[in-house]
């Protein structure tokens, strides 16, 4: 049973920077970790995907010049860099992970495991 542990998530001022963790159980190679986020009004979005193995990512187009995953294997973590963040970021950001390489934003259905989702507020 693979379990996500998030951390990181808090208040932060327009412009301002945050990084989130999600620390898994154990990874292996060929598992793929995705991010969503659930703001306020809106539906649940899948924003970044990265490949455990050979650390590739996806991002949505409208975020990749803000949003930068990582991974640290030998922690088996993954890593969520969010810069410039602005007011409308303002949501739960969940990682979740899946057997199987992934090459595209996909629904929350394609993914097994789940973190309890962090808490992201941009306010001044």
């Known amino acids: 049973q693979l379990r996500l542990v998030e951390s990181g998530g808090g208040l932060v001022q327009p412009g301002g920077s945050l990084t989130l963790s999600c620390a898994a159980s154990?990874?292996?190679?060929?598992?793929?970790v995705g991010w969503f986020r659930q703001t306020p009004g809106k539906q649940r979005e899948a924003f970044a995907v990265?490949?455990?193995?050979?650390?590739?990512?996806v991002y949505l187009e409208s975020l990749r010049n803000r949003f930068t995953v990582s991974r640290d294997r030998p922690k088996n973590t993954v890593f969520l860099q969010m810069n410039s963040l602005k007011p409308e970021d303002t949501g739960v950001y969940y990682c979740?992970?899946?057997?199987?390489?992934?090459?595209?934003?996909?629904?929350?259905?394609?993914?097994?495991?789940w973190g309890q989702g962090t808490q992201v507020t941009v306010s001044s």
């Open positions: 154990g990874f292996h190679s060929d598992d793929a």
């Open positions: 979740a992970a899946r057997e199987g390489i992934v090459t595209e934003l996909t629904s929350e259905i394609w993914y097994d495991y």
């Open positions: 990265i490949n455990i193995g050979d650390g590739s990512t």
